[in-house]
């Protein structure tokens, strides 16, 4: 998330490290997916649900969205973010999460995405908001929100309507499931990583990023609508690709 401004209107400085970090992970994230892609077209064959090549990747990737995107908040809220600017940014998330979800019910209508990253962030940052007064208290929070769904499960939790929670018996046939739980304790440590840096250690975020990286910290800022926008791309090019190979 883009930092948030001062009530008093004053122009935001812009933490160029943090962005390009999250650049680093929506490229990877762009590579996965067209990995995954390749795959779903036949060109490939890899199993994406079992094989730890591609499950721990996933993990990783989804750590350090979701990572950044705690640290954010904690600068969202350190410049005095107010709350209408808070959920403009929300509804652009929200609204995003629901468009994932309408295309993927028309790209895998038995495994459509219901609760994804974007529908987890939208949770979240809500979290994140409501919490962040914790401070110390969000590391052991957040392990407890890590380990949770290793010792509590129900299958209850078993459903489209409340396996967003996490604490399933089974993972969802969907293609993409980041349940408030486990994923909230990551979040939380990011918040928590956040708050510390910008107490005392602020010049890690605050310093010059090296003119090569800068393209990442553009990207970085655009997050989301790279989000959006990539899968379509890829896509719509490796149908071009094979229609131009089948012709």
């Known amino acids: 998330m883009t930092p948030g401004s001062t009530g008093s209107g004053a122009e935001r ?3 160029d490290r943090l962005d390009a970090l999250r650049a680093v992970a929506i490229v990877w994230m762009a590579v996965f997916h067209f990995s995954y892609d390749l795959n779903h077209f036949g060109i490939t064959h890899q199993n994406f649900y079992t094989d730890p090549v591609w ?3 996933r993990v990783c990737i989804v750590s350090l969205f979701l990572f950044c995107a705690g640290f954010g908040q904690a600068i969202a809220l350190d410049q005095g973010q107010p709350w209408p600017r808070f959920w403009r940014r929300w509804a652009q998330v929200a609204f995003c999460a629901v468009l994932v979800t309408a295309g993927s019910m028309a790209m ?7 609760f994804g990253v974007l529908h987890a962030i939208a949770v979240l ?11 110390r208290w969000l590391w052991p929070l957040g ?3 890590l380990l949770l769904p290793q010792f509590v499960q129900s299958a209850w939790f078993d459903t489209r309507w409340t396996d967003w929670i996490g604490l399933v018996t089974r993972k969802p046939v969907t ?8 994923w909230l304790g990551v979040m939380w440590w990011g918040l928590a990583a956040g708050q510390w840096v910008l107490a005392r250690r602020r010049a890690w975020v605050t310093g010059v990023l090296p003119r090569q990286l800068q393209p990442l910290a553009v990207l970085g800022r655009w997050s989301l609508s790279f989000y959006m926008l990539h899968q379509p791309v890829l896509i719509g090019l490796l149908m071009a690709w094979l229609a131009l190979r089948r012709g």
Do not use: G
């Open 13 to 15: 400085p812009r933490f």
């Open 55 to 57: 499950t721990l990747q």
């Open 108 to 114: 895998f209508p038995r495994s459509f995405i219901s």
């Open 143 to 145: 392990l407890i929100a």
């Open 125 to 135: 940052l809500i979290v994140m908001r409501l919490s962040h007064r914790a401070r």
């Open 175 to 182: 293609e993409d499931y980041v349940p408030v739980l486990p």
